[in-house]
C-alpha cells in the first residue's frame, strides 16, 4: 500500500492525477456540479440528443415492453428483437451487408481484433489510436507497428511483411483531424490486409447524411472491412456496433469473447437509440450548426492567438503543452461558468497538455463567444 500512496503522489506532483466529478443534472448543454451551474465544452453528445424528449419517451416505452435489463449474454438469451431492430436499422442506414451491436465501443474493438487476429498475424496501428484499439492489438499477441497518421504513404515501401490488418480511428477524439481513410484503404488492397475504421467520432456527424467518415470521404462501404461506430456519442444513448460482411459478423458472434462472455446491453437502449438514428437521417441542420460553430470558433481563437489541432470537425483541442498550465486553464473556464476538461498524458503525448473543447448542435454562437472572451482571459 505504501507504494500506492507513493505513486499517487508522484501523480499530483507532475500535474496527472485525476479526479471524477459526479453531475446531479443535465439539460441540453447545461451541467450542474457540486450545485455550480456550467455550460458544458466538455460532451461528445454531439447532435445534442441524450436529453431529447423523443429519445426519453422511446426509452421509457422500450423499458415498459422489454423491462430494464437484457439478462444474458446475447448467446444465451439476452438477444432482443429490439436488438435485432436496430441491427437491421444500422445496416439499411450504411447500407452494409450486416450490424452487430456491443456494449461499449471499448468491447466493439477488443472483441474484432482479438477474434481476428493471432501471434502468427501482423497489425498495423496508427500511433494516436484509441486506448481500445491498442489494448486489443496487445491482447491479440499479432505483432504490433505503429506508424505516425502523415507517414501513410509510405508504409508500403517501409513494410517488411504485409500486414493482416490496419486499424485506425477516423477521427482523433484528442485532436479532432480525419485520418487519411482513402490511402489507409489503398494500401490495404495493395498488401492484401484487412481495413478496420473505428468511427466513434464520425458516426452521424460527419457526411451529409450522418453516415460517418465513408460518406465524408466519398468511399464506399466495399472501401473498410470492418466499420465500427459508437452509440454513445452522436446517437445520445450507448453501446457500440461493428458492420461489414456476413462472414465477418457470423465469425465475430462465434469468437468475439467481449460478444459472448457479458450480459447483452439493455433492449431498452435499441429501442431508444432507433429514434435517435431516425432523428440523424431526418434533422440535417445539426450537423450544419456544427459546422457554423467549428468556424466561428476557430477564427475567433486564431485572433486569439492560441494553438489549435488541425480539425474541422467538433474536436477542438488548445494545446498548452505543461500539465499545470492545461489544469489551471480548465479552471479558470470553470469560474467563468465554463466547463473545460484539461487533458493530460498518458492520453496525450508528453508536453502536449491541452484543453479539448467540443461544439455540440445544442451550442449557439453566443455560447461560443462567451468561451472565446473567457479564453482572452486565460492566466499567462
Given at each position: 500500500m505504501l507504494k500506492l500512496k507513493d505513486t499517487l503522489a508522484q501523480q499530483r506532483q507532475q500535474g496527472l492525477y485525476r479526479q471524477r466529478h459526479a453531475t446531479s443534472k443535465r439539460d441540453g448543454n447545461k451541467i450542474v456540479i457540486d450545485g455550480t451551474h456550467y455550460t458544458n465544452f466538455a460532451s461528445n453528445d454531439y447532435l445534442g440528443l441524450a436529453n431529447d424528449p423523443r429519445l426519453i419517451n422511446a426509452f421509457k416505452e422500450g423499458a415498459d415492453r422489454y423491462g430494464v435489463g437484457s439478462g444474458a449474454s446475447q448467446l444465451i438469451t439476452g438477444y432482443s428483437t429490439a436488438h435485432q431492430a436496430l441491427e437491421e436499422r444500422i445496416s439499411g442506414f450504411l447500407k452494409q451487408p450486416r450490424t452487430l451491436l456491443f456494449g461499449t465501443g471499448y468491447m466493439a474493438n477488443l472483441g474484432a481484433i482479438?477474434?481476428?487476429?493471432?501471434?502468427?498475424?501482423?497489425?498495423?496501428?496508427?500511433?494516436?489510436?484509441?486506448?481500445?484499439?491498442?489494448?486489443?492489438?496487445?491482447?491479440?499477441?499479432?505483432?504490433?507497428?505503429?506508424?505516425?497518421?502523415?507517414?501513410?504513404?509510405?508504409?508500403?515501401?517501409?513494410?517488411?511483411?504485409?500486414?493482416?490488418?490496419?486499424?485506425?480511428?477516423?477521427?482523433?477524439?484528442?485532436?479532432?483531424?480525419?485520418?487519411?481513410?482513402?490511402?489507409?484503404?489503398?494500401?490495404?488492397?495493395?498488401?492484401?490486409?484487412?481495413?478496420?475504421?473505428?468511427?466513434?467520432?464520425?458516426?452521424?456527424?460527419?457526411?451529409?447524411?450522418?453516415?460517418?467518415?465513408?460518406?465524408?470521404?466519398?468511399?464506399?462501404?466495399?472501401?473498410?472491412?470492418?466499420?465500427?461506430?459508437?452509440?454513445?456519442?452522436?446517437?445520445?444513448?450507448?453501446?457500440?456496433?461493428?458492420?461489414?460482411?456476413?462472414?465477418?459478423?457470423?465469425?465475430?458472434?462465434?469468437?468475439?469473447?467481449?460478444?459472448?462472455?457479458?450480459?447483452?446491453?439493455?433492449?431498452?437502449?435499441?429501442?431508444?437509440?432507433?429514434?435517435?438514428?431516425?432523428?440523424?437521417?431526418?434533422?440535417?441542420?445539426?450537423?450544419?450548426?456544427?459546422?457554423?460553430?467549428?468556424?466561428?470558433?476557430?477564427?475567433?481563437?486564431?485572433?486569439?492567438?492560441?494553438?489549435?489541432?488541425?480539425?474541422?470537425?467538433?474536436?477542438?483541442?488548445?494545446?498548452?503543452?505543461?500539465?499545470?498550465?492545461?489544469?489551471?486553464?480548465?479552471?479558470?473556464?470553470?469560474?467563468?461558468?465554463?466547463y473545460v476538461t484539461a487533458i493530460r498524458p498518458p492520453t496525450v503525448p508528453n508536453n502536449t497538455a491541452r484543453l479539448r473543447i467540443t461544439l455540440c448542435s445544442n451550442h449557439s454562437e453566443d455560447d461560443v463567444d462567451t468561451l472565446l472572451s473567457a479564453l482572452e482571459s486565460l492566466p499567462s
Open positions: 482479438t477474434a481476428l487476429l493471432s501471434r502468427n498475424d501482423h497489425l498495423l496501428l496508427d500511433r494516436r489510436s484509441h486506448a481500445s484499439l491498442v489494448d486489443a492489438a496487445i491482447l491479440s499477441r499479432a505483432k504490433l507497428s505503429r506508424y505516425s497518421t502523415h507517414d501513410v504513404n509510405k508504409l508500403n515501401q517501409e513494410l517488411d511483411d504485409n500486414p493482416s490488418m490496419i486499424v485506425s480511428d477516423s477521427v482523433f477524439s484528442m485532436d479532432g483531424d480525419i485520418a487519411p481513410i482513402a490511402a489507409l484503404s489503398t494500401l490495404s488492397k495493395q498488401t492484401h490486409s484487412l481495413l478496420l475504421i473505428d468511427d466513434a467520432h464520425g458516426f452521424g456527424v460527419l457526411g451529409d447524411n450522418g453516415r460517418g467518415c465513408l460518406e465524408h470521404c466519398a468511399m464506399s462501404n466495399s472501401d473498410v472491412d470492418i466499420y465500427i461506430g459508437t452509440l454513445g456519442k452522436a446517437c445520445g444513448t450507448s453501446g457500440a456496433f461493428i458492420c461489414g460482411s456476413e462472414e465477418l459478423i457470423e465469425t465475430l458472434i462465434q469468437k468475439a469473447r467481449s460478444l459472448a462472455y457479458t450480459t447483452a446491453p439493455p433492449p431498452a437502449i435499441a429501442h431508444a437509440t432507433l429514434a435517435s438514428i431516425d432523428i440523424i437521417q431526418q434533422e440535417g441542420w445539426r450537423r450544419e450548426q456544427i459546422k457554423t460553430l467549428v468556424k466561428h470558433f476557430r477564427a475567433g481563437a486564431q485572433q486569439l492567438g492560441l494553438q489549435l489541432s488541425n480539425s474541422s470537425t467538433s474536436i477542438q483541442a488548445i494545446i498548452l503543452g505543461d500539465n499545470n498550465k492545461a489544469i489551471n486553464a480548465s479552471e479558470h473556464l470553470k469560474s467563468k461558468g465554463l
